[in-house]
């Protein structure tokens, strides 16, 4: 290849960034695998990359391919290239690029002009369940759309279909089994091709198969790409790696940046496999790890950390632990409420005062795990005052399902004769809207129309929970009242997201509702791998904050209901940031002489494995994970008890073990009562040792803050 001549800017592309990124950048020939964590500026790294190896000469800008996921992500990537000075660099989503190729190679391929693509299956998957003789809903279709878009980037036919999801264990969607469903994917492509169109998957189908099937096409490609960037590639799906090792052929100039940590999409055919096998793949690549997170406080970052630590306090497969580069912030909170509404209410509340304080309502969002939990956050945001927007979807009341259900439920009010209770009342309506009194075990629209509709059903359950006597009419004017209050328009607000759709987002401040076992991990998360997942999500959102994180759940649905909910297994080993809420709150017990003592535990609080030893158990953590405590504090511990154990003629373990230690520079006791209940602090050492220990961790703290 002929090397270009080198720029003078290409070593200033260089020194603007951090290590790891400069050796992202600095070696732009060969495989390169980035484990880059959230906040840690891989876009920036990749970017500076490419301008590299353009700038230094050793790419010529045409002959590279940027890819990415979305075309925000691909527009911003050619936006900070041209910024350095590079333009001619292709940077497409893997659709885009390859309709691209498509257009151009089909007529010498195929022959004539490619088909026309469809916007939507949703209308042939319909007709399709017409000419089965199937009835299918929207969200039924919605579904199935899904189901079918996962079998083509599987890479499955209506043939091998039903064979891999029984050995997958996953249900077909609308009620169909996995034979009915592979008779509609068959009936789905019939109908494609009665229409004279294809799907999106199809692009990258037919693209594999002319790039597979004639020589003369790839070694065009091949020709016209050298270098490959993928960003996201932890969600990477099958179709979509198989049609990268085409355009790759033999060569192995690629380079793949993505996070394990972040996959959440693998109910779509997304899988990290790919990321976390690479290097069997290309086993002389490179790998970097990107770990400088500069979007959010060493104390956002100190929970994300912990909300990800596997059993035993290593990392989990593939993921990195991220260090801070910004400087302290507030701390991180749990707040826990009494039910939902109460919930919905303290979040709002909250967000008032900020707001109230010159804090711009753009820079908060509220994050949940279904869309059916927004009807209350809406509404606790609208009786405020509070502008709002929904992100990745509908308001609650302009949703379909809700304006079908409230059109059936003014009907009924007609004839209520208040035999029966309203919110039994409510509920036999709603299953006469198609609603199920069990949730559906699959998630998808079905699920989200679900819970739109039990979310209905709760608010009867308010109503009758402040006015006893509330009838269905009065249950409907509430349900118009609140519509109308919601359908004010749209502005610069607050963001209420799923967690789903806050991917790639950031805000200064950032609220997680809902976070108790049921929701977090949802209950439909059975396998241990659907599990894992959930935890995903929820590190997704805690790494979505700058400044602010409060994490909250309620301990029931509705008001005066049992308190049943516990908080998620997810925070088990953050109560070191959280508190004691987090793991739930531990049981007291007396000692003889009648003081209270806290119980040695039996798992560990930082990541919720269980404790072997007697060390850990005294010190309530493993020995592999780090200790939460003051290093200086320690240091400063040790040195007074050697002093006081050679004063004393005695081991310095007789004066306070190492664990004891590191417990007190843990918990920082402020008095003789929190001093006394550490483990390893008993009365004899409290008369001996405990007053110079609380000067001297008075002392420190009041050093510290000065």
């Known amino acids: 290849m002929t090397t270009l001549p080198v720029h003078p800017g290409a070593d200033a592309v260089l020194d603007a960034l951090d290590p790891e990124q400069r050796e992202v950048a600095a070696h732009p020939r060969g495989p390169m695998c980035v484990l880059a964590g959230a906040g840690t500026g891989k876009t920036r790294a990749i970017t500076h990359r490419i301008a590299y190896g353009v700038l230094s000469g050793t790419y010529q800008p045409q002959r590279v391919l940027a890819v990415t996921f979305t075309a925000r992500a691909a527009g911003e990537m050619r936006t900070r290239l041209r910024d350095l000075g590079v333009g001619g660099v292709q940077a497409r989503t893997f659709h885009a690029a390859a309709l691209r190729q498509l257009h151009y190679f089909w007529p010498q391929a195929v022959g004539g002009a490619a088909p026309e693509v469809m916007p939507h299956k949703a209308g042939a998957v319909a007709e399709a369940g017409g000419r089965l003789r199937l009835r299918l809903d929207s969200p039924a279709v919605r ?85 490959f960037v993928v960003d996201e590639y932890q969600d990477v799906n099958r179709l979509q790696q198989t049609l990268l090792e085409l355009w790759l052929g033999e060569r192995d100039d690629l380079c793949v940046v993505g996070d394990p940590a972040q996959t959440i999409y693998s109910f779509t055919g997304a899988s990290p496999e790919h990321l976390l096998g690479f290097r069997t793949r290309h086993p002389q690549a490179r790998t ?145 809207a198609g609603w199920t009194r069990e949730a559906p075990t699959t998630g998808g629209a079905a699920r989200e129309r679900w819970e739109s509709l039990a979310a209905l059903a709760a608010l009867s359950d308010d109503l009758v929970a402040t006015d006893a006597e509330a009838r269905l009419p009065a249950f409907v004017r509430e349900l118009d009242e609140r519509a109308a209050a919601q359908h004010a328009p749209t502005v610069q607000g607050v963001t209420l997201a799923s967690l789903h759709a806050a991917k790639g987002l950031e805000w200064d401040t950032v609220f997680v509702v809902g976070c108790s076992d049921g929701l977090l991990p949802i209950t439909m998360a059975e396998t241990a791998d659907e599990v894992e997942e959930e935890r995903r999500l929820l590190y997704v959102g805690v790494t979505r904050a700058r400044e602010r994180l409060v994490l909250s759940y309620a301990r029931a649905r509705t008001p005066g209901a049992k308190g049943t909910r516990r908080p998620s297994r997810f925070l088990h080993g953050t109560e070191s940031v959280l508190g004691a809420a987090a793991g739930g709150q531990p049981r007291r017990t007396r000692s003889r002489g009648g003081r209270e003592k806290a119980p040695l535990r039996s798992t560990c609080r930082v990541c919720g494995g269980d404790l072997t030893t007697a060390k850990e158990r005294t010190i309530g953590r493993c020995t592999l994970c780090p200790p939460s405590m003051d290093e200086q504090l320690f240091e400063a511990l040790r040195e007074w008890r050697l002093t006081t154990a050679k004063d004393a003629d005695v081991p310095a373990y007789v004066v306070f073990t190492d664990a004891t230690l590191t417990a007190i520079a843990e918990r920082v006791p402020g008095d003789t009562a929190e001093l006394s209940r550490i483990p390893g602090v008993g009365p004899v050492k409290i008369e001996r040792f405990g007053d110079a220990v609380l000067a001297l961790v008075r002392d420190f703290s009041e050093s510290r803050s000065d």
């Open 288 to 432: 970097v790890e990107l770990v400088r997170n500069y979007r959010s406080t060493p104390q956002v970052v100190g929970l994300a950390n912990l909300v990800l630590r596997a059993p035993g306090g290593g990392r989990r497969a593939g993921s990195v632990e991220l260090r801070a580069q910004r400087d302290d912030g507030v701390v991180p909170e749990l707040v826990v409420a009494d039910d939902d509404p109460a919930e919905a209410e303290q979040v709002a509340g909250r967000i008032a005062a900020l707001v109230a304080d010159g804090h711009p309502a753009s820079e908060v969002a509220v994050l949940f795990r279904t869309n059916g939990q927004s009807e209350q956050l809406e509404s606790a945001l609208t009786e405020r005052g509070i502008p709002y927007l929904v992100r990745g979807g509908q308001r609650f009341f302009a949703r379909k399902e809700v304006r079908d259900a409230v059109l059936l439920l003014r009907g009924a009010a007609r004839t209520d004769d208040g035999s029966v209770p309203l919110p039994d009342l409510v509920r036999d309506i709603l299953v006469g």
């Open 143 to 227: 579904d199935l759309a899904a189901e079918i878009e996962w079998a083509k980037v599987s890479m499955l036919t209506p043939d091998s279909y039903a064979a891999a999801a029984t050995a997958q264990r996953r249900e077909a969607p609308a009620g169909l089994d996995a034979t009915a469903m592979a008779r509609l994917m068959a009936t789905y492509e019939d109908v494609k091709s009665d229409r004279g169109v294809i799907d999106f998957e199809d692009v990258l189908l037919l693209t594999a198969g002319i790039l597979g099937e004639h020589a003369e096409v790839a070694r065009a490609v091949r020709g016209q790409y050298r270098h």
